[in-house]
């Protein structure tokens, strides 16, 4: 046997001890003839591993339940108190649906990852101030949600402007000069942003789509008039793009209301690698400023 390959079956008796209270061991009662070759009445070979314990498989049961409970506990104090020292000291708008509270501890009783923790406790603090905020689906999805998965929400936050006017939040991908009737071929033309360039890989977009944080397709804006202002806000900075002449179109991606209510737990600056490339990459067509917001 390999080291690699030693190493992951004592991670996964380490595992699997963590979890039943129990080693797990070899089972010495087989000879290696009957663990080879023989079979029970029902057709199965015999496995040559056993739980290292005299206890009934009811008490084994118990037992392992009264650690998941004490591991559920556990993991529900530590929420909650996040979610305390997160809480503002401010009014709220009333008490939270206590029917939303319920399903919320039953969502979270399982996260023992710290940094996952910490969301669901702010998701506690925000719906506590503003009752209403976090739908049932928002928690359910933050429930499925991996680490992986929200590392690349994070990642994407970063990207991610509000714009007033439609009360969305969007990743600006490009632009292109809508065609006349005289210009046919104009929308070839059209100028993207190499996400890449900013630390952002098609697959962590892809991945925010599979779990539904984002729409999977490319949305575009209208056509935007000489002049007319767009204003995009990123956490303490604020965008102002207004085209330097007629029928210019944005495209981007959109969060969708999931997305949006999960986007909110991150309070990220904006990526500067992606501010540099909307600036350059909007140069020719937008007067592109940034303002700092105070606080």
Request: hydrophobic residues 40%; charged residues 25%.
């Amino acid at each position: 046997m390999t080291v690699k390959a030693s190493q992951a079956k004592i991670n996964l008796a380490n595992i699997i001890e963590s979890k039943l209270g129990y080693a797990i061991v070899k089972n010495s009662a087989l000879r290696p003839s009957v663990q080879n070759e023989s079979y029970d009445a029902q057709g199965r070979s015999p496995v040559p591993f056993r739980i290292n314990s005299e206890d009934s498989v009811f008490t084994r049961a118990q037992n392992r339940q009264q650690r998941l409970l004490i591991n559920q506990q556990q993991n529900i104090e530590a929420i909650m108190a996040m979610a305390v020292n997160f809480c503002p000291d401010v009014t709220s708008n009333g008490q939270p649906d206590s029917d939303w509270v319920e399903r919320f501890i039953a969502l979270c009783e399982d996260t023992s990852n710290e940094s996952m923790q910490k969301l669901w406790a702010k998701i506690l603090a925000g719906e506590t101030v503003a009752p209403g905020t976090f739908s049932i689906k928002s928690l359910q999805t933050l429930k499925q949600m991996t680490q992986r998965e929200a590392d690349a929400l994070q990642k994407c936050t970063a990207l991610c402007g509000y714009n007033e006017k439609d009360d969305s939040h969007l990743i600006l991908l490009g632009f292109y000069k809508k065609p006349s009737i005289f210009d046919l071929l104009r929308k070839g033309n059209k100028v993207s942003l190499n996400l890449g360039r900013a630390g952002i890989s098609f697959p962590d977009i892809l991945t925010l789509m599979d779990i539904g944080l984002i729409y999977r397709k490319e949305i575009e804006s209208g056509a935007l008039k000489a002049g007319q202002e767009l204003n995009l806000t990123f956490l303490n900075q604020k965008a102002m793009l207004k085209p330097k002449s007629n029928d210019l179109v944005l495209s981007y991606y959109k969060f969708t209301q999931t997305g949006d209510e999960l986007r909110k737990l991150i309070n990220m600056p904006v990526n500067k690698g992606y501010k540099q490339l909307l600036s350059s990459a909007l140069d020719e067509e937008f007067d592109v400023t940034w303002h700092t917001l105070k606080k």
